[in-house]
């Protein structure tokens, strides 16, 4: 079956303006996750959904940033006003979601943000 | 706060050779699941190997192995007979039993030179 997908695959973008980044979870994975990988750096935790809830937002670095999800499925991130060290690599990963013994994430290939 | 820290950024073996991986993390917590990640260049990350804190044996995938050391906090991954495919970054994670996010390394760099 499908895996998780993400779009764009990269995006350049000017300093200041909105980005939206999507991702596409597996069918029947009610946990999803955004994850930020910078320049030669290990993954950042950023937000984890279970269904269309967050229940845990804690590593979003700033207002700037925020996430939705919608029909338990499809999930954007957003950033707002761009920054240079917004750039980086932005990773989703989705799961059966918890409670489960072997939760395991799957990831995507990731949305390449260059902020110029 | 949870930790994870690979001490080495870049590796490099020779085909076929045995290389082993480290990685140690800091934790208060008793239950947990560690995980060693590799990412090639598609940037897709791909799940190598997973250990429960709870049990005592080492995880075996094929030519993947863990050496679990649960005192020391350490959790390095081993190689077999590695393979040209195996070239790829490296992530040691972390997470806890209950919690969601998996904490990461910093990452190891390994290449596989025919």
């Known amino acids: 079956g499908a895996g998780v997908s993400q779009s764009p695959s990269n995006k350049v973008t000017e300093k200041g303006k909105d980005v939206e980044l999507r991702c596409d979870p597996i069918s029947g994975h009610t946990a999803l996750y955004w994850y930020r990988q910078s320049l030669g750096q290990g993954l950042e935790f950023l937000i984890y959904f279970q269904g269309n809830s967050a229940p845990d937002k804690s590593g979003l670095p700033s207002d700037r940033f925020s996430a939705e999800r919608t029909g338990g499925s499809v999930s954007t991130l957003t950033i707002q006003r761009t920054q240079q060290e917004d750039s980086a690599v932005y990773l989703c990963?989705?799961?059966?979601?918890?409670?489960?013994?072997?939760?395991?994430?799957?990831f995507g290939p990731g949305t390449r943000l260059t902020v110029l | 706060a949870q930790t994870v820290t690979q001490s080495q950024p870049e590796m490099s073996v020779q085909e076929a050779e045995t290389v082993t991986l480290s990685c140690t993390y800091d934790?208060?917590?008793?239950?947990?699941?560690l995980f060693w990640y590799k990412q090639p260049p598609s940037r897709q990350m791909i799940l190598v190997i997973r250990?429960?804190?709870?049990?005592?044996q080492n995880a075996t995938e094929n030519r993947f192995s863990v050496n679990f050391q649960k005192a020391a906090k350490s959790f390095s991954l081993k190689i077999s007979d590695s393979q040209l495919g195996d070239t790829a970054m490296y992530f040691c994670a972390f997470r806890i039993q209950g919690a969601q996010k998996l904490v990461f390394g910093q990452g190891t760099r390994l290449t596989i030179n025919p």
């Open positions: 934790t208060s917590e008793s239950n947990y699941y």
């Open positions: 250990q429960e804190a709870y049990k005592q």
């Open positions: 990963a989705s799961s059966l979601g918890s409670g489960r013994s072997n939760n395991e994430q799957f």
